[in-house]
């Protein structure tokens, strides 16, 4: 299982994505200081860091610096509010492998993650990247989806909601986990959008294995060999 050190002083954030990875099938550590970020990243295992730049303490780029001064070659993902080309190119020639600027969604930061740690073994690949459950299959790199041997048209919204529950077949999901795993940390609580995704999904899919779960939320039900 890949280890993700996540540098990142905002709560909100670095909650919202401890929670979305470690769903994802990630172990996460939090680090909420420039310091601490360097002292892990140099004397413990993490296969990928992302990285805040406005850390307290010793901001991300000289956390950056130093980390590849030092001949540390982990995979960094850069997260933040600065957007300017400025920025960007100072991060990138600092070492960064990736650059993502908030806000964001979810699933954009999870591809770039899957795609920092892709090994080349074939057989990984398509142990990863495809999830089935019955008759449903996904392909997690083609974005194709299929029921019965038929495609199916999904948005990429569909898609993301789709690939949580055939992630966690049996597990009830709460409809606040889903609306922060596939509408973002920063979506209107109150909104009923999971629901009208959720009936989207069943049509969709021509499925009634999706079912609710009342108080709770919604639960793919697992399925029959």
């Known amino acids: 299982m890949n280890r993700i050190l996540i540098a990142e002083d905002e709560t909100r954030i670095a909650d919202f994505l401890e929670k979305g990875l470690r769903a994802s099938g990630f172990t996460t550590t939090v680090v909420q200081n420039g310091q601490e970020a ?37 995979p960094v993902i850069i997260l933040t509010a600065r957007d300017d080309v400025s920025d960007k190119v100072a991060g990138f020639e600092s070492g960064a492998d990736d650059y993502v600027t908030k806000p964001f969604r979810f699933e954009e930061l999870l591809a770039r993650v899957r795609a920092r740690l892709r090994p080349p073994t074939p057989g990984w690949q398509n142990e990863q990247f495809s999830l089935n459950s019955g008759d449903i299959s996904l392909d997690l790199r083609t974005r194709r989806v299929t029921v019965s041997g038929r495609t199916v048209e999904l948005s990429a919204r569909e898609f993301t909601l789709a690939e949580t529950f055939l992630r966690h077949p049996g597990q009830v999901m709460s409809r606040e986990h889903l609306l922060s795993r596939v509408w973002g940390y920063d979506y209107d609580p109150g909104s009923n959008i999971v629901d009208v995704y959720v009936g989207y999904l069943r049509r969709k899919l021509s499925t009634d294995r999706i079912e609710t779960v009342r108080g709770m939320g919604y639960r793919l039900r697992q399925a029959r060999m």
């Open 38 to 74: 360097v002292h892990l990243a140099s004397g413990e295992h993490f296969d990928l860091m992302i990285l805040d730049l406005g850390l307290p303490g010793k901001d991300g780029l000289a956390v950056l610096e130093e980390l590849r001064g030092r001949g540390e070659r982990l």
